[in-house]
């Protein structure tokens, strides 16, 4: 017998399983592929912060995350012995007209508020930055210092690992319930399902494709303009990431719109232009109709719950995720905003 079973081993159901495992429950992690199997084995990993604006309870929950994650990561690494690839390393965007800049001016009061002193958002001038600057029209760029990145592969490999070393059990495979709570992480194919059960869209598979380029920045901030993403990893290689795609031929087949993608960043980025392509990776990423995680007593299985919908958000979500899932599970205290109730997207 267990105390909780996790059916899933992306970032929510091994961060779930591990929050429950380091309070002493007992946990088995069920996935029928494997660990990071989908989306939450991605080469991207940034982790960034909503605007510091118009402050919600949901932004509020994100910020904690993102605080929290440093001290999360450390102790799974310090669990597991393996590394997750998570540093904060800031984050860099450029300022291309007289209108982002009022904006990214007005932003600074907002982080000065909201981040309580422990992050930082400043307009700064791009000679500041160094060499590893994107290109602005504006000779400015924002730098904010509450973005990290990791690896997520090695980062869900760390979780695997640091619920092993507490007792905890991950099954490959098929395997029965072993009693206990029963949390469904299981991603896209538990939104389709919902979809299924109900007759109605709760949720889809959003396509992102992205590459990992040959190039050693590690240390160096993240950088973002738009919707693209250059995140410098430890082990000496770029990620560039990310289209979005609701409609597609593949789900897991890279295509014309990576390599225009990863055009725009060089534009963007020109130290990139020499760089090789290591790799390229395409998948579905689970959004919810909210576009917001879906945590808490799951809609149509009674006495299970559910924690889904990590989007393109997951692993900034995850330390506060699994938190929230933990209390709710093995406390009975609820603490999950209701935007991210099931609720939400039903």
């Not at 017998?1 to 091994?14: E, Q, S």
């Not at 992050?119 to 500041?128: D, F, G, L, M």
């Not at 190039?215 to 990431?241: E, F, K, N, Q, Y």
């Not at 593949?250 to 020499?274: C, E, G, K, Y």
Request: net charge neutral; glycine share 12%; charged share 20%.
């Amino acid at each position: 017998m267990v105390d909780v079973t996790v059916i899933g081993a992306g970032v929510f159901g091994l961060s779930t399983a591990w929050a429950c495992a380091r309070r002493g429950a007992k946990v088995r992690v069920i996935d029928r592929t494997g660990i990071a199997a989908g989306c939450s084995g991605g080469v991207v990993g940034m982790l960034a912060p909503h605007a510091p604006e118009r402050w919600t309870p949901v932004k509020e929950f994100q910020f904690q995350s993102l605080i929290g994650a440093e001290p999360f990561w450390r102790e799974v690494e310090t669990a597991s012995g393996l590394a997750s690839g998570y540093d904060r390393v800031g984050r860099l965007q450029p300022i291309d007209s007289d209108r982002a800049l009022e904006l990214a001016r007005e932003r600074e009061a907002g982080a000065d508020l909201h981040w309580r002193g422990l992050a930082r958002w400043r307009v700064i001038e791009t000679a500041e930055a160094g060499d590893w600057c994107p290109q602005s029209a504006s000779g400015r760029v924002i730098h904010e210092t509450l973005s990290a990145r990791i690896h997520p592969r090695r980062a869900c490999a760390a979780l695997a690992g640091a619920i092993r070393a507490h007792g905890g059990e991950i099954i490959i495979g098929d395997a029965a319930h072993a009693g206990g709570k029963t949390v469904w992480a299981t991603g896209l194919a538990g939104l389709e399902e919902l979809n299924q059960t109900l007759g109605r869209q709760v949720g889809n598979g959003v396509k992102g494709q992205a590459a990992l380029l040959g190039l050693d920045a590690r240390g160096m901030p993240i950088a973002s303009a738009g919707d693209i993403l250059v995140v410098p990893h430890a082990d000496g290689t770029v990620a560039v990431g990310s289209t979005s795609e609701r409609d597609y031929a593949s789900p897991d087949r890279t295509d014309a719109l990576l390599d225009d993608l990863i055009l725009r960043a060089i534009a963007v980025f020109p130290m990139l232009a020499a760089a090789p392509i290591v790799e390229r990776w395409a998948g579905l990423r689970p959004r919810a109709k909210s576009r917001a995680p879906m945590l808490g007593r799951h809609p149509t299985r009674p006495g299970d719950y559910i924690a889904n919908g990590g989007f393109k958000i997951g692993f900034g979500m995850a330390p506060k995720v699994a938190e929230a899932m933990a209390d709710l599970l093995l406390e009975g205290h609820d603490t999950i905003p209701e935007p991210f109730r099931p609720a939400a997207s039903l």
